[in-house]
């Protein structure tokens, strides 16, 4: 249920790829749940997250396997907010699903983009 | 819990905080404050239980309360036997306690309608009492101390005095007995009471002795019998044949100072040759009336005492100097007179009675409805109980998607709310049928009752106390559950974290199933006792006899023509062959009062009894009636008849405990004896013949009496006995037959059979057996439900348990053996449980029971045995749906 008309760029996430994309976005730094949720929207081009809502379950998803931890800090604008950093076994994660994705990405472009006259 | 909670707090912070971090970088933008916040939440989305921020989306309280409402009302009419239980209970135990409570407060606690009830106070002499002996039951004090007392003290601002009776009342063309009070023409202004019609009585109504003929109706009395006509006043009536006329109405709601005997009519205490037949109203030998008085401001009833003390002792020296002081008396019983003592009684409840009479009864009866409303609510907590854990799986599911613990336990008290509010309301829609149902009971006895079905603030204020006790209790047990489930416990395949409810509902069905024990023990021992009260309560047999009344001086005759009308009706009686035996007596056997004096005994030696002995003049044949026996000499016959107007006195017959007591060790036929209180007489009377005892007056006493022959003396009134093997509906007609041919003036009155008689005294016990039964029976009914739910339940968490035996070849008894032996657990447990109880309040209702222990070994063995029986059927289906386990239905995954 949101509260946005459906922009028909927007793709519908799947659980597992919000995970991902917040490791992504953690690799470099830390950095608090709105940070997080503007810096997928635009370095995806404003085409992924509908809600920035829905980063808080999957944060918390990630927290009880322990790939990120939090701790509560002040933000540039002087605003209390937790913020979130990668463990080790964070990286190590990202590192297996960006393998993983890049494989998956691989296929897929070899399937669809191929000229079926091409096949040999 | 704590942790949850401050992750929750976190949460909703840190949601807030992004908010207004996103609404900031907008901001930067270029949008205006209000428009970058709106946009931030937007972008957020919709997230209600993380952040609360915008209070027009959250739901107000009371639409909650009616989601809750429909909700618990959808779940209660999908378990339809269980709620229907639980409701019953509820309304069983709180319409009981209700109507009972009502009851008990009017009768125990609650003042007088009258002004300043707390100034009141009742005199009482304490002491021996030289004289004719009392008339009357309670507190007796003779006229003349009460109009002395009114010259000479200084403690009360008012007195008054009253004396009840019973009268024939003859209005328009309708004659019925009724209650009647006399009253002194102070009454009516000390307790402040104004008419609701007409006037009341003054100083001026009661100076001068029978010439005050008037008359006032009480407020119900008047609905009933006049409709309520304010024309009334100035009415005509006969009061026990005399003319007197209607002058005012008492207002409603007031019934007396005797709420156990409300009087229907009022009439000036100088009137009492009207109602009473023992002589002039100054005689200082008698006492029958009960003197209230209101106290001065600021005096206490140990003050007046202490004041009047002095007084008192004046009056008792004063009295030995006076005329009519008995020439001889006993140096001992001087002494004792001497040493009496004017107790003054708080009298905001008007007249004091025993403990015996009233209070026990009702304590008893308060006991056992708190007794069944415990019963019923284990009840109703061992249900909810029940359900709670069915619904642990709905629970466990609804937490883990987020529910929290807060708005399931509302959900859980929301029901059991409302169960309470309809049972609640059931209930105290019923509390008036049930008052008015152990009213009829009471109002058998001596009288009207003065007590009200209607429920007033205070017994509606209970009925509201006992709800919120009743949710609270039912509502305790599942909502306790509900916040301690552990969400993947209860999602385990059958069985799970079940094992701490299920030792509470055993605890508690081991409660409840001692409770019943205990009612159970108490219906027994009541009806037992009741049951020895009829049959050897009189000390005749009661069976088969009739009796009514004739007073021929109601209907003008002179004493002697009445004695002369009566013994045609006698001889008629007996002449007749419808009849068997037939006799009369002046005083009737247990119609409360009667006959009573002294006795001097010329025997071995001279002696006066100490105690005023039951006497009553009978006619020959009298005896033969009643079916007691004469033991030595003759019964009265031809001999004992004075013809002439007057009294003589010649023979007696004595009974048996006359002679034990008296006359141990001498041949009583011949003795002399007399009517005590006057020693210097010879004793005139002959002592002709020896009757077994029976009981003259109260069903459990047993004293020594003295019988004269009718025909000796003046009869204004008779009580005939008649013994027939008739139906009861043949002999009615043919009596009131005889006695129109005799003279058609005539009326019978009282007719009825003597057991009807009888069971009037036995009203408490009547009452105490009755609702002990029907108590019992619900006791049993919710015991029986308690049980059979926890044992279905048990048998359901070792379903598996039993597959897997039945798997392994154990015999399909096996399982019914092992259910029926939990069965027999909780009830053996719950027997032994409450054996120590009943020892220990066995002393509470002691005093009520006749001719029965209260470790009645009969009864406790009955109520066990019926207990265990039940007990064991409750377990019945259980045990066979037990046996009946396939194994593959065992493990099936539910």
Known sequence: MTTQEKNPNRVELLQGTLDVLILRTLQHGRQHGQGIARAIQETSGDSLLVDHGSLYPALKRLGKKKWIRAEWGVSANNRRARFYELTPQGHEQLEVEKSGWFRLVAAMGRVLGADPSEAQ | ?894
């Not at chain 2, 005399?242 to 207002?251: H, I, L, N, Q, T």
């Not at chain 2, 008893?364 to 907590?381: D, E, F, K, R, W």
């Not at chain 2, 019988?707 to 009131?736: K, N």
């Open chain 2, 1 to 894: 819990m704590w942790g949850r909670d401050r992750s929750d707090l976190d949460e909703r912070e840190e949601v807030q905080s992004h908010i207004r971090i996103e609404a900031d970088r907008l901001e930067a933008e270029g949008l205006a404050p209000d428009e970058a916040l709106a946009a931030a939440r937007a972008q957020f989305g919709y997230t209600p239980h993380l952040d609360p921020l915008d209070s027009s989306l959250r739901p107000k309280w009371f639409e909650v309360l009616i989601w809750d409402t429909r909700y618990a009302l959808r779940r209660l009419i999908a378990s339809p036997i269980t709620s229907a239980t639980i409701l019953a209970s509820l309304v069983i135990g709180i319409g009981v306690n209700t109507a009972i409570f009502s009851l008990a407060d009017q009768a125990l606690v609650r003042s007088l309608p009258v002004d300043a009830p707390d100034e009141l106070v009742q005199l009482e002499w304490e002491g021996r009492f030289i004289g004719q002996g009392g008339r009357g039951a309670g507190h007796l004090i003779p006229h003349a101390l009460f109009l002395e007392l009114g010259g000479d003290q200084e403690v009360f601002q008012d007195m008054a005095a009253r004396s009840p009776g019973e009268v024939t009342l003859l209005a328009g063309d309708r004659s019925e007995r009724v209650q009647t009070e006399l009253v002194t023409g102070s009454y009516f202004r000390m307790l402040g009471i104004r008419p609701a019609l007409g006037r009341l009585f003054s100083e001026d109504d009661d100076r001068i002795p029978d010439a005050h003929p008037i008359v006032i109706l009480s407020h119900d009395y008047w609905q009933s019998r006049f409709a309520g006509d304010s024309t009334v006043i100035g009415r005509l009536v006969r009061v026990n044949a005399r003319p007197m006329s209607v002058v005012g109405v008492a207002p409603k709601g007031f019934h007396g100072t005797d709420w156990s005997q409300a009087p229907a009519i009022w009439l000036p205490m100088m009137m009492n040759d009207v109602v009473h037949e023992w002589g002039r109203l100054d005689e200082r030998r008698i006492r029958f009336q009960h003197v209230f008085a209101r106290l001065d401001p600021g005096v206490t009833p140990e003050r007046a005492e202490a004041a009047l003390a002095g007084w008192f002792q004046g009056y008792l020296r004063a009295d030995i100097q006076r005329e009519g002081w008995p020439d001889a008396v006993e140096p001992s019983d001087m002494e004792q007179y001497l040493a009496s003592a004017l107790r003054v009684r708080p009298g905001r409840q008007g007249q004091a009675r025993r403990d015996a009479d009233l209070r026990q009864p009702m304590l008893i009866l308060s006991a056992s409805t708190a007794l069944l409303l415990l019963l019923a609510c284990l009840n109703v907590a061992n249900l909810s109980m029940a359900k709670a854990v069915a619904r642990q799986k709905d629970t466990a599911v609804r937490t883990a998607l987020g529910a929290s613990r807060h708005r399931i336990v509302m959900e859980r008290v929301v029901e059991a709310g409302l169960l309470a509010a309809v049972g609640g309301a059931v209930g105290v829609a019923l509390a008036p049928a049930i008052s008015r149902w152990t009213l009829s009971y009471l109002s058998m006895g001596s009288g009207e009752m003065a007590l009200s079905a209607q429920l007033d603030g205070r017994a509606l204020a209970t009925a509201l106390g006992i709800s919120v006790v009743a949710t609270l209790l039912s509502g305790a047990g599942p909502a306790w559950f509900a916040a301690a489930a552990r969400p993947m416990g209860a999602l385990k395949i059958r069985g799970g974290s079940a094992g701490a409810a299920l030792g509470v509902r055993r605890a508690l069905v081991i409660g409840q199933v001692s409770l019943a024990l205990v009612l159970l023990m108490g219906a027994g021992l009541f009806g037992k006792s009741l049951r020895s009260l009829r049959s050897e309560g009189p000390g005749f047999s009661a069976e088969q006899l009739l009796t009514f009344k004739v007073t021929p001086a109601n209907e003008g005759y002179e004493l002697l023509e009445s004695k002369r009308a009566l013994r045609t009706v006698l001889d008629e009686l007996q002449r007749d062959r419808t009849f068997g035996s037939a006799g009369v007596a002046v005083f009737p056997v247990m119609d409360g009062g009667g006959w009573g004096n002294t006795v001097l005994i010329e025997g071995a030696e001279r002696m006066e009894t100490q105690e005023s002995l039951p006497m009553n003049a009978v006619s020959p044949g009298y005896f033969d009636a009643l079916g007691v026996s004469i033991v030595l000499g003759r019964d009265f016959d031809a001999r004992d008849v004075w013809e002439e107007d007057g009294w003589v006195v010649r023979s007696a017959i004595v009974s048996e405990s006359f002679v034990e007591r008296y006359l141990p060790n001498q041949h009583p036929l011949g003795v002399r004896i007399d009517f005590g209180g006057d020693p210097s007489r010879p004793a005139r009377v002959e002592i002709v013949g020896v009757v077994q005892g029976y009981r003259e007056h109260h069903l459990r006493e047993s004293t020594p009496q003295v019988f004269f022959p009718i025909w000796e003396r003046t009869a204004g009134t008779g009580t005939f006995y008649v013994r027939s093997a008739s139906a009861f509906e043949t002999l009615a007609p043919a009596v009131r037959e005889i006695v129109r041919e005799v003279d058609p003036v005539l009326s019978v009155t009282d007719l009825r059979t003597f057991e009807a008689q009888i069971d009037q005294h036995l009203v408490f016990e009547r009452m105490l057996a009755e609702l002990g039964r029907a108590f019992a029976l619900f006791a049993t009914l919710l015991g029986m439900i308690g049980v059979y739910a926890v044992l279905s339940f048990s048998a359901e968490s070792r379903t598996k348990e039993m597959g897997l035996r039945a798997a392994l070849g154990a015999p399909q008894r096996a399982a019914a053996v092992l259910i029926l032996g939990e069965a027999l657990r909780l009830g053996t447990m719950g027997i032994a449980m409450a054996l120590p109880v009943i020892w220990a309040l066995g002393g509470l209702i002691e005093s009520q029971l006749f001719g029965v222990e209260v470790v009645d070994l009969q009864t406790v063995g009955t109520a066990v045995l019926i207990l265990l029986a039940v007990v064991f059927g409750a377990g019945a289906v259980p045990a066979w749906r037990m046996s009946h386990v396939s194994a593959l239905e065992a493990f099936r995954v539910d």
